[in-house]
């Protein structure tokens, strides 16, 4: 499975971003995905996920009621729609994904992954 994410940017705090991962090389109906994100410095951290065949979501508590994670079966494309960026928002942000009926919230149970995409909210 190949994935590119895209959508990064610098914007300023209380602004919007989405981002896109694109997924290709498989059907996706038992499949899920995720977002994680680096921030400079820390450790990379989960954001949001979503089953593809179901469209369930999972998402992190500090993105809860800001971040949407959604999926375009058609384009084979997963977006994060970002609202009311922060500055500790900033980082790399990786999409992920593997084969599975059950959303993970760990990096270690992702099996495909694509390039990072950096996202910069400026205070």
């Known amino acids: 499975v190949q994935l590119q994410a895209s959508g990064g940017g610098l914007v300023q705090a209380g602004g919007s971003l989405r981002l896109s991962c694109a997924a290709s090389g498989r059907t996706f109906s038992n499949y899920y995905m995720g977002w994680f994100r680096q921030p400079p410095g820390k450790e990379r951290e989960f954001v949001a996920a979503i089953f593809w065949g179901g469209g369930i979501t999972s998402y992190a508590d500090s993105v809860k009621g800001r971040f949407t994670v959604s999926r375009d079966n058609a384009k084979n494309t997963m977006y994060l729609q970002m609202n009311s960026l922060k500055a500790e928002d900033t980082a790399v942000y990786y999409c992920?994904?593997?084969?599975?009926?059950?959303?993970?919230?760990?990096?270690?149970?992702?099996?495909?992954w694509g390039q990072g995409t950096l996202v910069t909210v400026s205070s």
């Open positions: 992920a994904g593997r084969a599975g009926s059950a959303i993970r919230r760990y990096d270690y149970d992702y099996w495909d």
